[in-house]
C-alpha cells in the first residue's frame, strides 16, 4: 500500500510540476541565442524585444550571438537546448527556410523540431542601383540590360539569401540575364556597391536605408506590401506588375520543443504587447522592420507555408 501511495504521488507532483513551474517562471537569467552575428537585423530585433521581455517579466533576456552557416550553428544549439522556458532563439526565413533547404542534413525540422512563439517582423528586399548605372526605375533598369553585352552583375549578402531569391526571381520572369556575385554579409556587399565596383544590389532594406537616404543608391522597387512610411517615395513590386513579389527577411522567437505551453503563451502575449509601445514601434520604423501580431498556432503555419514558397526556390538557386 506503501508503494503505491508513493507512486501516486510522484504522478501527482509529475501533473503538476510543469504548471508550478511556468506560474513562478521567470526565476533567473533567460537567454536568446541570435543565431547570426553582431548588428544584423537578426541581432537588433533580439535585442529590441529582449529588452521589452526584460522590463515585463523583471529578469534579463540576455543575448547570445552564436553565427555561422547561414544560422544553422545557433539554431542546431537551440534545439539541443533544455526545454524549460529559460532559452529562447531568434528565429526567420534565413535560419528556418532557406538554410535547411539548401543544406543537406542541417540536423533539424524548421517546423516540428521547435515550439514555435511568435513572428517579430523584418524588412523587405530592396533593389539598389549605383547612380552611375543611370536608372531609376525597373524598366529602365530592363532597357540597360538589354542593350548591354554582358548580363549586369548584382551583390547580394550572399548566396541563397532572400536578396538573392528575389533578384533572380524577379530577372526570371522579365526574362533578364543577372550576374550574381555573393558576399559574405551584407556589410561588404552595400560597401562595394556605394564605392561603384558593382552597379546593383538585392538586399534588405535594414542595410540600405541609410544609403538610400544619403542619396548614394538609388531604390528601384521594394519587396513590401505597400509604400513604406518611411519612405514614400519607393515604389513596390507589386503596384509594378509583380504582385506575387511580397517578401519579408522575417525574424521571429522560437523556442526547443517541449518547451511548456504556458511560458510560450506567456512570452507571446508579452512580445505582441511589446509591438504597441510607440517606443518600440519608432526603433523599428527607422529600418523599415514591420511588425504582425500572431499566436503561436498560427505563426507555425505561417513557418510551415514560407518553407512551401521559398524553399523550392532557395534549391534552385543552388543549383545554379
Known amino acids: 500500500m506503501r508503494y503505491f501511495r508513493f507512486i501516486a504521488a510522484v504522478c501527482l507532483a509529475a501533473m503538476f510540476a510543469i504548471p508550478v513551474q511556468a506560474a513562478d517562471w521567470p526565476t533567473h537569467p533567460v537567454r536568446i541565442i541570435v543565431p547570426f552575428a553582431a548588428g544584423g537585423s537578426a541581432d537588433t530585433l533580439g535585442r529590441i524585444f529582449g529588452e521589452s521581455l526584460s522590463k515585463k517579466f523583471g529578469q534579463q533576456f540576455v543575448i547570445e550571438n552564436r553565427g555561422g552557416a547561414g544560422g544553422l550553428v545557433g539554431t542546431v544549439q537551440l534545439k539541443k537546448a533544455d526545454p524549460d522556458g529559460y532559452t529562447f532563439g531568434v528565429s526567420g526565413i534565413a535560419s528556418h527556410v532557406i538554410a535547411p533547404a539548401t543544406t543537406p542534413n542541417a540536423g533539424f525540422d524548421p517546423v516540428k523540431d521547435f515550439a514555435h512563439v511568435d513572428y517579430f517582423g523584418g524588412p523587405p528586399i530592396v533593389m539598389i542601383a549605383h547612380p552611375s548605372l543611370n536608372v531609376k526605375t525597373l524598366k529602365e533598369l530592363i532597357e540597360v540590360a538589354k542593350k548591354s553585352s554582358e548580363p549586369i552583375g548584382y551583390v547580394s549578402p550572399g548566396a541563397g539569401t532572400l536578396g538573392n531569391l528575389v533578384a533572380e526571381y524577379w530577372a526570371g520572369k522579365v526574362g533578364m540575364k543577372l550576374n550574381h556575385i555573393p558576399y559574405r554579409g551584407a556589410a561588404q556587399a552595400i560597401t562595394d556597391l556605394i564605392a561603384g565596383h558593382v552597379k546593383l544590389g538585392s538586399m534588405t532594406f535594414t542595410t540600405a536605408s541609410q544609403q538610400i537616404r544619403a542619396g548614394k543608391v538609388v531604390p528601384l522597387a521594394v519587396t513590401s506590401a505597400n509604400r513604406l512610411k518611411e519612405f514614400p517615395d519607393v515604389p513596390t513590386f507589386k503596384e509594378l506588375g509583380y504582385p506575387d513579389m ?18 510560450v503563451d506567456k512570452v507571446n502575449a508579452a512580445v505582441n504587447e511589446a509591438m504597441d509601445d510607440p517606443e518600440v514601434q519608432k526603433r523599428l520604423a527607422i529600418d523599415a522592420i514591420e511588425t504582425q501580431k500572431m499566436s503561436p498556432e498560427e505563426f507555425t503555419k505561417f513557418i510551415a507555408t514560407e518553407n512551401t514558397k521559398w524553399g523550392p526556390i532557395a534549391k534552385a538557386s543552388i543549383k545554379k
Request: charged share 15%; hydrophobic share 40%.
Open 246 to 263: 511580397v517578401a519579408t527577411t522575417w525574424f521571429s522567437l522560437s523556442a526547443p520543443k517541449g518547451t511548456p505551453k504556458e511560458i
